[in-house]
T-cell receptor
Framework: AQSVSQHNHHVILSEAASLELGCNYSYGGTVNLFWYVQYPGQHLQLLLKYFSGDPLVKGIKGFEAEFIKSKFSFNLRKPSVQWSDTAEYFCAVKSYNTDKLIFGTGTRLQVFP | DGGITQSPKYLFRKEGQNVTLSCEQNLNHDAMYWYRQDPGQGLRLIYYSQIVNDFQKGDIAEGYSVSREKKESFPLTVTSAQKNPTAFYLC???????????????FGSGTRLTVV
């Protein structure tokens, strides 16, 4: 069965620090990959997605993610975080031959001024 | 504006009662989904439906039931058989241009169910 692992459960950073959140998935075939963000009290929003092509994907608010097929990874990065990036971040995977989006357990990011 | 409406936002029920959570979308999306969100466990898929009058079990369907009589609506019933129903429930919808891609999912704002 497909699974998604997010190794960092809780990350605490100061403003201007760099961020990298890990995401690994288990499915060996063609996949679509997503990062979602949930700000406190708000609903899930799409940060970025990968379908095909350039493995380095740029999303909203300065986030980017790199798909490394050989490592089954899709890590999320941001060079310099802001206090407003405090949120919970979810990696998600959809395999080509199913209609289900499988989520990781989420990473809670806290950014202090 | 197009979107997904979940109601109510907060719901309290007594143990042993069935309760139905509403999810309506005006995005003309074919597929709809129900997820349950628990702290430290992320989002887990309960049921999903790709077309009207058809739905499939997700990873944690036991104790839940759904219907899809209209394209716009995908209500979720939490039955008394669900052992631990207190949770945050999220509804989502999506459209697929072709089998190999999906234009992301649109999520509702969720319903927080508390069973006392």
């Amino acid at each position: 069965a497909q699974s998604v692992s997010q190794h960092n459960h809780h990350v605490i950073l100061s403003e201007a620090a760099s961020l990298e959140l890990g995401c690994n998935y288990s499915y060996g075939g063609t996949v679509n990959l997503f990062w979602y963000v949930q700000y406190p009290g708000q609903h899930l929003q799409l940060l970025l997605k990968y379908f095909s092509g350039d493995p380095l994907v740029k999303g909203i608010k300065g986030f980017e993610a790199e798909f490394i097929k050989s490592k089954f990874s899709f890590n999320l990065r941001k060079p310099s975080v802001q206090w407003s990036d405090t949120a919970e971040y979810f990696c998600a995977v959809k395999s080509y031959n199913t209609d289900k989006l499988i989520f990781g357990t989420g990473t809670r990011l806290q950014v202090f001024p | 504006d197009g979107g997904i409406t979940q109601s109510p936002k907060y719901l309290f029920r007594k143990e042993g009662q069935n309760v139905t959570l509403s999810c309506e979308q005006n995005l003309n999306h074919d597929a709809m989904y129900w997820y349950r969100q628990d702290p430290g466990q992320g989002l887990r898929l309960i049921y999903y439906s790709q077309i009207v009058n058809d739905f499939q079990k997700g990873d944690i369907a036991e104790g839940y039931s759904v219907s899809r009589e209209k394209k716009e609506s995908f209500p979720l019933t939490v039955t008394s058989a669900q052992k631990n129903p207190t949770a945050f429930y999220l509804c989502a919808s999506s459209t697929e241009r072709d089998r190999g891609s999906v234009d992301g999912y649109t999520f509702g704002s969720g319903t927080r169910l508390t069973v006392v």
